[in-house]
């Protein structure tokens, strides 16, 4: 018989109520305990986890001795501290919500808390696991030959509230390039398969939450850029973002090209924002354009309806959890997103803020020269 997975969740606002309906769909697993420090959340996240129990602190959640794995969810700014609440009293295996961390003070503690952490951690990104992106990454080398340019283009809706509207603030989010594109920074890691070196980017806030105020101040978050990234092995990457494009087709479009040929992902957005009198939603697609003999090869990658309705992630915090509950069960060895992999998407979306900032290109080891860099 299965073993069954018991999850204490911390945080389950938007994102963290997208884990319960996830979870939910398992086999062998269930929500214990939960912490939500906000009612109206806390009310919703019951409907989601009725058997659930609720407690009032991290450390009253980790009291609960049924516990097998820990899902962080709270918002950004929360993560380091409890990351460390658990090093200190628990540590479970956990997977710990983008960005992991948002203050470029917290590198050291991060890298502290990643050498000495005993139990597996795993890092949400959850574009890894959208089954037209998973079908790009399967192809890719095939497809191009080895990757020389990668170009990843979002282009979205602005940022939703959020409670306390923690999200419009860079102090509490770590900057769009952080918050947002942290993401972004993971694929192109995983796709041209070197280290950043370099970053230069030119973005800012130009249309999104100017006419807003909270406590007499107005957001600053960033509302599109561009980034580009070198990387050792010689190749780039560009992102481009704009977050004030809600009428687009689809919401992110990754290309890679190489020697070969070159191979697109176009993946819409959540379906609950297409509007209903235009039909259907788009379904993604992979497209494969080789040099010789010229044609593209254009395939739909359809989602699963019921993941569809879990969730805004194409149906990948699904796949994302059922790998997971893999390593907490010990069937894999290691986690397809490690601490490394989550402090360089971070330090990655800093740089790129610094260079928006500062208007000069970032050497990566200007923010990560402390960093123990895996073999």
């Given amino acids: 018989m299965a073993k069954q997975v018991n999850y204490g969740i911390i945080g389950c606002g938007m994102m963290g109520q997208e884990h319960l309906r996830n979870i939910a769909l398992l086999p062998n697993t269930r929500v214990s305990a939960i912490f939500e420090p906000d009612a ?4 919703q996240a019951r409907h989601l986890a009725p058997d659930a129990t609720f407690v009032g602190s991290v450390d009253a959640l980790l009291e609960v001795e049924s516990l097998d794995c820990i899902l962080i969810a709270s918002p950004n700014f929360r993560h380091v501290e409890q990351l460390d609440a658990l090093a200190a009293k628990r540590p479970l295996p956990v997977l710990v919500e983008k960005p992991l961390f948002t203050n470029p003070n917290d590198i050291n503690r991060i890298e502290v808390f990643r ?20 079908t790009f990454l399967k192809d890719v080398e095939a497809a191009t030959g080895g990757v020389k340019m990668l170009t990843i283009r ?3 809706f602005p940022f939703l509230s959020k ?3 923690w999200n419009r603030f860079n102090a509490k989010t770590g900057g769009t390039f952080v918050e947002k594109c942290c993401h972004f920074f993971d694929l192109m890691r995983l796709v041209i398969q070197s280290e950043p070196i370099r970053v230069m980017a030119s ?10 105020t909270y406590d007499g101040e107005t957001p600053d978050i960033y509302d599109n850029g561009y980034v ?31 020697p070969n040929g070159k191979i697109e992902a176009l993946v819409p957005g959540p379906g609950r924002f297409w509007p209903e009198h235009l039909g259907e939603p788009p379904v993604p697609q992979v497209i ?21 309705d879990a969730g805004d992630h194409n149906g990948s915090t699904f796949y994302q959890h059922r790998h997971f509950v893999d390593l907490v069960c010990g069937n894999r060895e290691t986690a397809d ?9 971070v330090i990655m979306g800093m740089a790129a803020q610094l260079s928006m900032k500062e208007h000069r290109a970032v050497a990566i080891d200007e923010l990560a020269d402390t960093l123990i860099r895996p073999h």
Avoid at 40 to 43: C, H, P, T
Avoid at 203 to 212: I, R
Avoid at 288 to 308: A, C, E, Q
Avoid at 337 to 345: A, E, F, H, R, T
Wanted: with cysteine; proline share 9%.
């Fill in 40 to 43: 109206d959340m806390a009310n």
């Fill in 115 to 134: 050498q000495n952490y005993p139990a597996p951690v795993w890092v949400a990104m959850e574009y890894r696991y959208m089954p037209p992106i998973a």
């Fill in 154 to 156: 979002e282009h979205r």
């Fill in 163 to 165: 409670v306390e509207d």
């Fill in 203 to 212: 973005g800012g806030q130009d249309v999104n939450h100017l006419d807003e």
């Fill in 228 to 258: 580009i990234v070198d990387f050792a092995s010689g190749a780039r990457a560009v992102l481009e973002l704009c977050m004030f494009a809600d009428g687009a087709r689809y919401q992110e479009e990754v290309s890679a090209v190489g």
């Fill in 288 to 308: 494969v354009s080789p040099r010789s003999p010229k044609g593209p090869l254009v395939r739909n990658i359809p989602v699963d309806p019921t993941l569809l």
């Fill in 337 to 345: 997103v490690n601490l490394y992999d989550g402090m360089i998407s």
